[in-house]
């Protein structure tokens, strides 16, 4: 198991908007072969400046909230090899990328986009949302698996670890334990 570069930051104002967008277009930027060090910097910005009690990026409302106890300068070496390390596997063939939205509701035309980015190299989709998206009751790509498991927005965290969570969890013991999968990689 290893981690990602936005396995552990959201927007800010994430009750009101997903990272997910912003996130594709970084993956565009690794793509074509943009500097790393770069983005990582343009990525993390002024966040973790030692007068920013917000751990926010200004420019793009990224917040990293749990990068708060190793210096700035140890952190933007972390987030490089987080990078290299999702660069390196967006050339593998059949990545699954699991997408996890609590409350976000992603119109077709934006999951297209997502998906394209994501799928170039045959890989595979679990998207798991707190929100009901009726446009996956059709099958509109057999790559991709929806989930929805229901999130109530106004009880925020406290559902998200009583309810939200546990249910992520089940879901994909039962996900990584059935046959579903295994013949989706082959």
């Known amino acids: 198991m290893c981690s990602y570069p936005f396995d552990w930051v959201t927007y800010k104002q994430q009750i009101d908007d997903s990272n997910v967008f912003y996130n594709c277009g970084l993956i565009e930027k690794l793509k074509k072969g943009e500097d790393i060090d770069q983005i990582v910097n343009e990525f993390?910005?002024?966040?973790?400046?030692?007068?920013?009690?917000?751990?926010?990026?200004?420019?793009?409302?990224?917040?990293?909230?749990?990068?708060?106890?190793?210096?700035?300068?140890?952190?933007?070496?972390?987030?490089?090899?987080?990078?290299?390390?999702?660069?390196?596997?967006?050339?593998?063939?059949?990545?699954?990328?699991?997408?996890?939205?609590?409350?976000?509701?992603?119109?077709?035309?934006?999951?297209?986009?997502?998906?394209?980015?994501?799928?170039?190299?045959?890989?595979?989709i679990l998207y798991i949302s707190g929100i009901e998206h009726p446009y996956f009751k059709q099958s509109i790509n057999k790559k991709i698996t929806f989930k929805h498991i229901p999130y109530d927005v106004s009880k925020f965290y406290d559902y998200d670890y009583t309810l939200f969570r546990p249910q992520v969890k089940s879901f994909l013991n039962h996900f990584f334990n059935n046959t579903t999968y295994n013949s989706m990689t082959q």
Not at 82 to 111: A, C, G, Q, T, V
């Open 44 to 124: 993390i910005n002024d966040a973790l400046d030692i007068n920013n009690k917000t751990y926010t990026n200004s420019k793009t409302t990224m917040w990293f909230p749990h990068d708060t106890q190793k210096s700035k300068k140890e952190t933007i070496l972390q987030y490089i090899r987080r990078f290299k390390r999702l660069k390196d596997h967006l050339s593998h063939k059949n990545n699954l990328y699991i997408l996890i939205n609590r409350h976000f509701y992603i119109s077709p035309e934006m999951f297209k986009i997502v998906s394209n980015t994501l799928l170039e190299n045959d890989g595979n």
